[in-house]
């Protein structure tokens, strides 16, 4: 199975990137917020973590096909696959409704906004409370804030002090909604936490000057 790709980005079309990784060339179907972080970033390396999947319905005389889609986060690629869990949805769809960036669904979902969930291409009412239901209680992580840094690419290190102070948040006693919101208001300063020491300091901190 291929996880993961790491080459130059050759080309860049509306659906498909295709990546150069010396002797192959390969192509990536990539969903459209991820197309648009990179943009900027044709005839550079870049990495992509990777669904390597079969398309194709033999049963009907068909042959199949692999396929590859690429997200620029392992967290994109794992709400990605969540997504299309839900009855209904696939691949061809998921990569068709996934216009705006992870953390922005993630929070329709979770907050049950039945209404923004619809409006993502090819979705619906009816898909869409299907979605909110199955998914709605396994959105607290891909709804915490992703960092990026000026070339589109997620801060790895970042995210990964940021969901283990998301979970000890929701060990502490606060509701996924409550350590979101208050995770939300710390990341909002832009700065970078070196550990969850200091950025569960800055909650705290910022949570009192609120209630002052």
């Known amino acids: 199975m291929i996880c993961k790709l790491t080459g130059n980005l050759l080309h860049l079309g509306e659906e498909v990137a295709t990546i150069a990784v010396e002797p192959f060339e390969y ?18 390396p870049i990495s992509l973590h990777t669904i390597h999947y079969l398309e194709g319905n033999p049963q009907k005389g ?11 986060s392992e967290v994109e690629r794992e709400f990605f ?24 669904i993630a929070k329709a979902i979770e907050q ?3 209404k923004s969930v619809s409006t993502l291409p090819g979705i619906g009412a009816a898909m869409s409370e299907r979605i909110v239901a199955k ?3 396994k959105m607290g992580k891909f709804a915490l804030l992703v960092s990026r840094d000026e070339s589109g690419i997620v801060d790895q ?3 990964s002090v940021v969901d283990d102070t998301y979970l000890i948040l929701c060990s502490l006693g606060h509701s996924e909604a409550d350590a979101r919101q208050l995770l939300d208001a710390a ?11 200091e950025l569960l300091q800055a909650v705290y901190d910022n949570s009192s000057a609120a209630k002052t």
Not at 33 to 41: D, I, P, S
Not at 62 to 72: A, E, I, K, Q, T
Not at 91 to 97: E, G, I, Q
């Open 187 to 197: 990341l909002a300063t832009k700065k970078k936490f070196k550990d969850v020491d």
């Open 112 to 114: 049950q906004d039945f």
């Open 27 to 44: 192509q990536v179907l990539i969903p459209d917020f991820t197309r648009r972080h990179l943009q900027a970033l044709v005839g550079s």
């Open 135 to 137: 998914l709605r209680r």
């Open 62 to 72: 068909g042959r199949m096909v692999p396929r590859l889609v690429g997200f620029l």
């Open 157 to 159: 290190a970042q995210h």
């Open 81 to 104: 696959e969540q997504f299309c869990s839900v009855d209904g949805v696939g691949v061809k769809k998921a990569l068709r409704a996934m216009v705006r960036p992870v953390q922005d």
